[in-house]
């Protein structure tokens, strides 16, 4: 089963405008990493974020995590039509990942 | 893509026909793992390795077998594909285990079972 949850399943938005998509997760992590997949391409390392951070920035990325919600949010601001992807937020245990659905975000020119 | 190369890229085959994928890395990264991808799903691993001859299950392992002689690659073998099979795979590599490091993916390998 799968341990994160992304929402929405599916975001469109103008270029310029900021993109938020959410992932909850069930139980305790050791840290939470996000990807992008381009279509019909392998996925991409965005960001990892420890359990003991709260909030982590990387250019236009900024990815919060409460882990007493057990949730993540990855904000990508000023969106550009090449962050047109799905995202992925993956939880971690030990040596395995374990990936969402994914949010499916269209960047409108 | 990180030095990681699958073959083949796309396979057509039949039910009840052995397949072989390939996953070949030049980074020299200890783990490597398996991954399917059908829609609604996300990413699900099927096995993974920490090392020659070092494997692990995964997630959805049934029906899947995998074979590492060399850091350098990595097997999944469906012994009897099945249509349920049909899917795109991933291979995954990452410097250690996925508790501390990010993982890097290859280009995938989209299977037919028909």
């Known amino acids: 089963s799968q341990q994160g949850e992304e929402d929405p399943q599916a975001l469109s938005i103008q270029e310029g405008e900021n993109a938020t998509m959410n992932c909850s997760y069930k139980t305790s992590i050791n840290n939470l990493q996000w990807y992008r997949q381009n279509s019909g391409r392998g996925l991409v390392h965005l960001i990892l974020?420890?359990?003991?951070?709260r909030e982590k920035h990387s250019g236009r990325l900024r990815v919060t995590l409460d882990t007493s919600k057990k949730s993540s949010s990855l904000l990508i601001t000023a969106s550009r039509a090449a962050d047109t992807a799905s995202y992925f937020c993956?939880?971690?245990?030990?040596?395995?990942?374990?990936f969402g659905t994914g949010t499916r975000l269209t960047i409108i020119p | 893509d990180a030095g990681i190369t699958q073959s083949p890229r796309h396979k057509v085959t039949e039910t009840g026909t052995p397949v072989t994928l390939r996953c070949h890395q030049t980074e020299n990264h200890r783990y490597m793992y398996w991954y399917r991808q059908d829609p609604g799903h996300g990413l699900r691993l099927i096995h993974y390795s920490y090392g020659v001859k070092d494997t692990d299950k995964g997630e959805v392992s049934d029906g899947y077998s995998v074979s590492r002689s060399k850091t350098e690659d990595f097997l999944l073998t469906l012994e009897s594909a099945t249509s349920s099979q049909t899917s795109v795979y991933f291979c995954?590599?990452?410097?250690?285990?996925?508790?501390?490091?990010?993982?890097?993916f290859g280009p995938g390998t989209r299977l037919t079972v028909l």
């Open positions: 993956a939880t971690t245990g030990n040596e395995k990942l374990t």
């Open positions: 995954a590599i990452s410097e250690g285990g996925a508790g501390n490091n990010e993982q890097f």
């Open positions: 974020i420890r359990s003991n951070e």
